[in-house]
Nanobody, 127 residues
């Protein structure tokens, strides 16, 4: 059974940092693409970072580029999201998601592409 478990969320002041973890189990980690998404109250799901665990290719949207960094540790089956210079607008529930990869450098930004989702972790940034 594929399982994704996010951790590392919490309350932080504006300008602070958090590192989220996505621990994966139940599948061959290197055969999947992982995405981090967030959803704020009343808003749709927004992609914030993406990685191919096959070859390490990453993509970070302009909205968070320079502040958010995605990485993976294939020996630990874990993907990380390092978030720096956090802003109140970053307040949301953060989810990681996984999808089987087709090509080694495939990056999937559409949340509808993802087959598996974690339960999410709350990030709250106070001003």
């Amino acid at each position: 059974e594929v399982q994704l478990a996010e951790s590392g969320g919490g309350l932080v002041q504006a300008g602070g940092s958090l590192r989220l973890s996505c621990a994966a189990s139940g599948f061959t980690f290197g055969d999947y693409a992982i995405g981090w998404f967030r959803q704020a109250p009343g808003k749709g799901r927004e992609g914030v970072s993406f990685i191919s665990t096959t070859d390490g290719s990453t993509y970070t949207p302009r909205s968070v580029k320079g502040r958010f960094t995605i990485s993976s540790d294939n020996t630990e089956n874990t993907v990380y999201l390092q978030m720096n210079s956090l802003e109140p607008e970053d307040t949301a529930v953060y989810y990681c998601a996984a999808v089987p990869i087709i090509a080694a450098d495939s990056i999937y930004t559409d949340p509808d592409s993802y087959a598996y989702w974690g339960q999410g972790t709350q990030v709250t940034v106070s001003s």
